[in-house]
């Protein structure tokens, strides 16, 4: 718990007050909950925790945001107002540890875990530091058994977290920032119209980064709990062979994913009330996931896309669902070819750092500019063009299953081999070093 403040507060020390702050009220009102004598109690103690957390978040996230829509608004009906800008830092990672703190009074409320005597034990379960700033989104019922008993050493669990260690940090060091980063940052920073190869190029790198980015952390943070003898729960499964859009949500941040759908989807009624229904629901969830990502429309816009798409998956399904053809391996390959097509220029959105860049790229993905400019090299080019080629076959390959089980079977010379490769390309294949992105989250 010290080792987690010390690491947290280094960067920037009031916001480690601010966690603690956070962490200790949700404390106190997960006791209220379980001792409250009526369920009207129980839920103003909810309504409290849920108000105090997303209050903090919306005023460090989202102030200057929600001014600025604000004053877009007014305008509109011909009202000149100039908001004042908020001077605040953004604290490192208070959207993860926000929803670590909040499942935990949330998880009370449901019955699904009994509030913890120790402050001590859920203090570390929201601030443990290899998960503190960029996820897995961890929940208190899942981490704090593990806090009961003094965690045991164990040789080969120890030797599995520094392996996964290495490889997290293989997938951010060498394909994320070294051989991915810069087509991203030349094709998004662009300016005019690009050709389509390009575009087409600069995406799928970024489809690349954004997983080896992302994915490498939460592998790192999977190997140091190891070393340090707590287990946390994976939280991608080869998200690039999805077949589907509920498959890729199963797949891709399944800790922010599984969020989403036992807290807002279930009580908004999930899929119990009818088609119509549950297709609002997944857009209102959506569109929460879009802006829980960052103080944008386009973060927005990407979420949306998302809750159409799984709508229109849950029509074709209805309509469908009984087509032997659709459990053919062709059909399978095809559903899922569309299904990357489609998350690809949906991560345009996500990317681009307003609408303008976005609808520029999309455009030029489509072939609407057949004289733009060619701004990556050809080695560039075949250097995207070969990781996404890897990465793809990779996540297909392993669908079905996982490292874990294909490492066991792998004899020791060839697993000392691989380790010593990642290791060595570590170190000698660096990138600009690019902090991860979901920090900025």
Not at 63 to 87: C, K, M, S, T
Not at 342 to 366: H, K, S
Request: hydrophobic fraction near 55%.
């Amino acid at each position: 718990m010290v080792a987690s403040y010390i690491f947290y507060g280094a960067w920037n020390p009031p916001f480690a007050l601010l966690l603690f702050a956070t962490t200790a009220l949700d404390f106190v009102l997960g006791a209220q909950i379980a001792q409250a004598s009526t369920p009207r109690t129980r839920r103003g103690w909810l309504i409290a925790s849920v108000a105090v957390n997303l209050s903090m978040l919306g005023f460090f996230k989202y102030g200057n945001f929600l001014l600025e829509n604000f004053q877009w608004l007014v305008a509109r009906v011909g009202v000149q107002y100039q908001p004042p800008h908020l001077d605040v830092f953004l604290p490192i990672g208070i959207s993860f540890y926000t929803f670590h703190s909040l499942s935990y009074t949330l998880d009370v409320y449901r019955g699904e875990t009994q509030p913890t005597k120790s402050l001590r034990d859920f203090v570390l379960a929201v601030s443990f530091f290899p998960q503190l700033v960029a996820g897995p989104i961890v929940r208190a019922a899942d981490f704090l058994p593990q806090c009961v008993a003094p965690p045991v050493p164990v040789r080969n669990r120890f030797y599995w977290g520094l392996f996964l260690l290495t490889f997290g940090m293989f997938e951010k060091v060498v394909l994320a920032d070294a051989l991915l980063s810069s087509s991203v940052d030349t094709v998004f920073g662009h300016g005019g119209p690009i050709q389509t190869l390009d575009a087409w190029s600069g995406v799928l790198a970024f489809a690349g980064q954004i997983f080896f980015d992302f994915a490498g952390y939460s592998t790192c943070a999977i190997g140091a709990a190891l070393c340090l003898g707590f287990s946390l729960k994976d939280n991608f499964r080869f998200p690039y062979a999805a077949v589907g859009f509920s498959d890729f949500w199963r797949r891709w941040h399944f800790s922010l994913s599984t969020f989403l759908r036992d807290y807002p989807y279930i009580p908004l009624g999930g899929n119990r009330s009818g088609p119509v229904r549950a297709a609002i629901n997944l857009m209102i969830v959506m569109f929460v996931g879009g802006l829980w990502h960052g103080a944008a429309w386009t973060f927005v816009v990407w979420g949306l896309i998302h809750g159409v798409c799984l709508v229109a998956e849950r029509v074709l399904r209805s309509l469908f669902h009984e087509a032997k053809w659709t459990q053919s391996t062709a059909a399978q390959l095809l559903f899922g070819l569309a299904t990357y097509v489609v998350v690809c220029f949906a991560w345009v959105f996500f990317r681009a750092t307003d609408f303008n860049t976005a609808l520029r790229l999309i455009g030029a993905m489509v072939g609407s500019f057949p004289r733009g400019d060619a701004i990556l090299s050809t080695r560039e080019i075949l250097q995207v063009a070969l990781v996404t080629a890897g990465l793809l076959l990779s996540h297909w390959v392993l669908r079905s299953t996982s490292i874990e089980a294909m490492v066991v079977r792998l004899p020791r010379w060839l697993m000392a081999a691989g380790w010593t490769f990642l290791a060595g390309a570590i170190i000698l294949i660096q990138g600009n070093g690019n902090a991860f992105i979901y920090f900025q989250f």
